[in-house]
């Protein structure tokens, strides 16, 4: 699905443009990833390296797949033309019994972290999934990062446990909190 515009101001007076990255501004995304991947891999999936080796056809089509999801989107924080901050919404195929529940990844540039900027995406974010029909929100967040669960419980985020070791980065396994929100 497709986000509108939503013009916000930061806590530093910096303006902000959230919308849907559209699968023609796949190489600005790309940019993006590689950016925040490589500044805050251990709170994240991949590294930038990763994102680095994605072509620009791959991100089109995930991009369009994204796109033509009901429930799904991809909303940047676009400075201008450049993409500072990314919220993905994903989730299994229409055809499954969890298909109302969506899972959320977020990542922002280490400049406009703690500007308030997340938690303006969360909000929007949230907004619109309601609006979708989407019924639950699911993400985790490793047990290390306090920015990523002040954000998430302030939005109205429930811990509901630990998934001990899920992850090995740098040569260990680390934890992480799984967090639900029903819409
Ligand atoms: C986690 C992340 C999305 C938070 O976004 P953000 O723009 O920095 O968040 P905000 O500025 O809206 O702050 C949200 C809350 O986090 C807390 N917070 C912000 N900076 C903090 C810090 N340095 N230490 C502790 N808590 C902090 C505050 O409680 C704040 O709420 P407040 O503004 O009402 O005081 C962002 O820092 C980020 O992308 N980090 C790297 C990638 C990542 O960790 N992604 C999440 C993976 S699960």
Not at 55 to 69: G, M, R, S
Not at 132 to 139: K, V, Y
Request: glycine share 10%; aromatic share 10%; with cysteine.
């Amino acid at each position: 699905m497709i986000i509108p515009a939503s013009d916000i101001v930061l806590k530093n007076g910096h303006k902000i443009v959230l919308r849907s990255v559209r699968p023609s501004e796949a190489q600005l995304l790309l940019n993006h990833l590689i950016i925040s991947h490589n500044e805050s891999y251990q709170n994240l999936n991949r590294d930038g390296n990763y994102w680095g080796k994605v072509t620009l056809e791959e991100e089109e089509k995930i991009l369009t797949n994204i796109e033509n999801a009901n429930m799904r989107f991809m909303l940047g924080a676009f400075d201008g033309d450049r993409i500072v901050g990314g919220l993905g919404i994903f989730g299994s195929d229409p055809g499954t019994f969890t298909r109302f529940t969506g899972m959320l990844g977020i990542s922002i540039q280490k400049a406009f972290q703690g500007t308030g900027l997340g938690t303006a995406m969360m909000k929007y974010a949230i907004e619109k999934c309601k609006e979708s029909g989407l019924h639950r929100l699911e993400l985790s967040v490793r047990t290390y990062n306090p920015e990523g669960i002040a954000l998430y419980e302030k939005v109205g985020f429930r811990r509901i446990g630990t998934l001990t070791d899920t992850a090995f980065i740098d040569g260990k396994f680390v934890s992480e909190y799984l967090y639900e929100k029903i819409l």
